[in-house]
């Protein structure tokens, strides 16, 4: 019998590839997510700050220049925060929709090393099935030689 050969192990190749690079994707895109997280996280102590700012400006002599000042600052702040909230939405998104190609393609790399393993399974089978009827003749020629003398 001839070697094993598997004809779609450029495949299996190709897909192992195409695995490790959604499983790259999916970790920028969760890297990306965490920057953004971490983005919002600043913006929301920052308001916090800027609140701070607004109690002890109220506690003294009011400024009005001053309070016009910190309510601006709040008021980007609060874009800022809508602005981010956004973004950590769409890249929950992206870090969704990358995990799902990850899971998609390990699938697909599992169901060909599978099926690998099954015609590997199947060649054994018949390597040993056809090694038994050789050893099989050369018994029965023996068995014949020696019922001839």
């Known amino acids: 019998m001839k070697r094993f050969e598997f004809p779609l192990e450029k495949a299996l190749e ?6 490790l690079l959604a499983e ?4 920028e895109a969760q890297r990306e997510e965490n920057r ?12 916090d700050e800027c609140f701070e700012e607004m109690r002890a400006a109220m506690g003294g002599r009011v400024d009005p ?3 016009r000042q910190l309510v601006r600052y709040e008021s980007s702040l609060e874009d800022e925060i809508m602005r981010q909230r956004g973004d950590v939405t769409k890249r929950e998104a992206a ?6 190609v990850v ?14 393993e099954n015609r590997l399974r ?3 089978s018949l390597y040993w099935w056809d090694q ?5 003749e050369i018994g029965a020629q023996r068995f014949t030689r020696g019922k001839g003398r």
């Open 14 to 19: 190709i897909r192992g590839l195409r695995k």
């Open 24 to 27: 790259e994707k999916l970790g």
């Open 36 to 47: 953004t997280r971490a983005r919002l996280n600043l913006a929301y102590g920052m308001r």
């Open 65 to 67: 220049e001053g309070i």
């Open 95 to 100: 870090a969704r929709v990358a995990l799902e």
């Open 103 to 116: 899971v998609e393609r390990t699938k697909e790399e599992r169901a060909l090393e599978k099926h690998r």
């Open 122 to 124: 199947e060649y054994r």
């Open 132 to 136: 038994g009827k050789v050893l099989d």
